[in-house]
């Protein structure tokens, strides 16, 4: 018989926590300490539904894996339970007028204008999180600008009739030399969440990268894919390691096909926009808060399993519980690619984590051109792949990567704000967007393939100038009308 509303409510503190999630109660009293994102957050919604804050930070298999079935109490007659009544919210009101007035699909011409329409019509929290970066954002900001310090010395009368795009990264072969970036949360943005990144990755052949700490399972991303589709999987390392070892081999089992072990996260950085966007958060209580750590925002708050004393002897390990060729996703120095070569790692990710670690490292594409000239010095350059990651936004940018020896350029942010803003279609068209861009590119700059990118293509010359002397162009600034996003369409 199922459970009422009334029997819940009674199991309304630490002594007895019950919660209902997706019509099913469970009693999690004692979880509670043991709950990654502190006990308190889950005492906020004792005896009630707690359905809506659950379902974008926990894969629907969490119940299952992580609450013992003795505590899983069974289905809840839902009409028993009292609505909770929503203050009327005038942000979201205005959200969704926002939402209503969207541009057209079709108005979006590039990357930027899928970021200024999630930015209007994301819910706040969801747009705090993606789109916030270590304290000053100054690397975040820098991932994207350093690219504008590089120059291109494009070749001519080239026979560029036919542009191929294709190239191989890890020993598959895709259509494009750029792939879908783990990024984490998918479900704040979309509410179908990581899965509708794996459809539209299907439909241009892109690689996805799957992530450790995805709103979906990682079950639920490899049934999405379709064919020979290929997914690589983002590691977390827990800090118990068996935890670790079952979802390196269950992700290989499953068929993916890369393991990208994230090690420029020991600690999470501190995300300021993320954070206020929860300290405004009505009734979550932040601000008393000891034992929870939720006002440092959604990430830091589900963080503290990742393991902050892995280090380079844990490698082998790795190499020995998987045959997916083993890359370190978070590199930003030389010495440590050559480390990376010497520990056997099959790739680095020279990647600052999208901004959101440490504020004031440099670009990878910065860390790309210190890199290559001394694999190459080296002879070590085929001995390990070198992916980038961070601000790209133009098909310019990833060409300029890979004429610096990239083998693949990852995007992350530019696919979540076209899924938030436009679903499936959305991140569809951000790819045919880049596609296009890049096929136009590779004329202009003299190349038919992707193959025959190679460092005399750019003037990377002032690349490792961190400010630009450059005055500012009052003339310029003032004649030409700047890029604008797209119009809203009118009611
Ligand atoms: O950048 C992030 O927000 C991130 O990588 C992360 C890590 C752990 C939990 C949630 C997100």
């Not at 747009?127 to 975040?140: F, L, P, Q």
Request: with cysteine.
């Amino acid at each position: 018989m199922a459970l009422k509303g009334g029997d819940i409510e009674q199991h309304n503190d630490a002594k007895s926590c019950w919660v209902i999630i997706h019509g099913k109660a469970y009693d999690v009293t004692e979880f509670l300490p043991e709950h990654p994102g502190g006990s308190k957050i889950i005492l906020k919604y004792a005896g009630k539904d707690a359905t809506e804050e659950f379902e974008p930070i926990h894969p629907p298999d969490t119940l299952d894996k992580y609450l013992d079935k003795s505590k899983h109490l069974g289905p809840v007659d839902m009409d028993t339970v009292a609505k909770e009544v929503k203050e009327e919210d005038p942000e979201e009101a205005g959200r969704l007028e926002r939402v209503d007035q969207k541009p057209l699909l079709s108005q979006c011409y590039n990357l930027f204008d899928f970021e200024a329409v999630a930015r209007r019509i994301m819910k706040k929290t969801a747009w705090g999180y993606y789109s916030s970066a270590a304290d000053d954002e100054i690397t975040m900001r820098e991932n994207h600008s350093a690219f504008h310090r590089i120059w291109f010395r494009p070749q001519v009368l080239v026979d560029v009739e036919n542009v191929d795009l294709s190239t191989t990264m890890l020993g598959t072969k895709c259509s494009v030399p750029f792939y879908v970036t783990a990024t984490a949360l998918g479900k704040l943005g979309h509410p179908e969440g990581e899965v509708v990144l794996t459809r539209a990755a299907h439909t241009h052949n892109v690689i996805q990268m799957i992530p450790t700490m995805a709103s979906c399972s990682l079950d639920e991303m490899v049934d999405a894919r379709r064919g020979d589709q290929v997914q690589w999987l983002q590691l977390y390392v827990n800090k118990d390691r068996e935890i670790t070892r079952r979802i390196v081999q269950h992700a290989e089992r499953r068929g993916c096909r890369g393991l990208f072990i994230t090690v420029d996260a020991p600690q999470l950085g501190r995300r300021e926009k993320d954070m206020r966007t929860k300290f405004t958060d009505k009734g979550s209580d932040v601000q008393s808060g000891q034992e929870t750590d939720t006002s440092q925002g959604a990430a830091r708050a589900i963080s503290s399993f990742i393991d902050p004393s892995l280090s380079w002897k844990d490698v082998p390990w790795f190499k020995s519980i998987t045959k997916m060729p083993v890359i370190l996703k978070g590199v930003q120095r030389v010495e440590d690619v050559l480390r990376a070569v010497h520990v056997g790692a099959d790739g680095v990710v020279l990647s600052n984590h999208g901004g959101r670690q440490l504020d004031t490292a440099r670009s990878a594409i910065e860390v790309l051109a210190e890199t290559m000239p001394v694999l190459r010095a080296r002879g070590l350059q085929d001995r390990i792949q070198v992916f980038v990651d961070g601000g790209v936004r133009r098909a310019t940018d990833v060409i300029k990567a890979l004429c610096l020896g990239a083998s693949g350029v990852g995007i992350g942010r530019p696919f979540l704000y076209a899924m938030g803003a436009y679903g499936q279609e959305g991140v569809e068209r951000a790819m045919q967007l880049l596609k296009d861009e890049m096929e136009m590119d590779m004329r202009l700059i003299g190349c038919a393939s992707v193959h025959d990118l190679n460092p005399s293509l750019v003037d990377a010359k002032g690349l490792f100038v961190h400010s630009n002397p450059t005055p500012v162009d009052a003339l310029s600034h003032s004649v030409y009308d700047a890029l604008v996003p797209p119009a809203q369409r009118p009611k």
